[in-house]
């Protein structure tokens, strides 16, 4: 199995810009989360979906959208990117509400 | 708020030698912890867990201790490794609850 599989790698964006990162999943795993990593900080919950169709902000949703339109994929969305918006983003899934998460191998993102 | 945080942000340790990585937490709601191991450019990657009803549980060369009484849970890595160089993060979440808290995580140095 892949586990969390998150692309691109590595990306810069302009002030301004969108962009999408994608996220995907091959466990049928029903809770997916986004987090950001900003250097030296413990991870800080963007969203999160609890199934397809659902989705809930978490503790710095603003600047960002995500969808869940199928159980194995949970895309982030940045609109009118912002140079605060610079971190490093990881992607991460759990079978069930309690269990410990399986995490993507991130997403640099920078904006200048 | 509530938060988690962790009481040294480094460490260096002998190869051969135990390790032992602490965490302070201060929401006494919260009913499960995790321990992850993050290494440099990966995502953070779970090691072992416990819930509130209990003290203690133990893994491969891994042991976790919560002291419910003060908050405070530690990791203790036994016949420290090179391979045991990374970010620990302890992380907690509330029973029934989305939002898994992450620390800001210690650094593990492991000197041959």
Known sequence: ?112 | GESVGLHLPTLSVQEGDNSIINCAYSNSASDYFIWYKQESGKGPQFIIDIRSNMDKRQGQRVTVLLNKTVKHLSLQIAATQPGDSAVYFCAETPYNNNDMRFGAGTRLTVKP
């Open chain 1, 1 to 112: 199995n892949a586990g969390v599989t998150q692309t691109p790698k590595f990306r810069i964006l302009k002030i301004g810009q969108s962009m999408t990162l994608q996220c995907t999943q091959d466990m049928n795993h029903n809770y997916m989360y986004w987090y950001r990593q900003d250097p030296g900080m413990g991870l800080k919950l963007i969203y999160y979906s609890v199934g397809a169709g659902i989705t809930d902000k978490g503790e710095v949703p603003n600047g960002y959208n995500v969808s869940r339109s199928t159980t194995e994929d949970f895309p982030l969305r940045l609109e009118l990117a912002a140079p605060s918006q610079t971190s490093v983003y990881f992607c991460a899934s759990s079978r069930r509400q309690g269990d410990g998460y399986t995490f993507g191998s991130g997403t640099r993102l920078t904006v200048v």
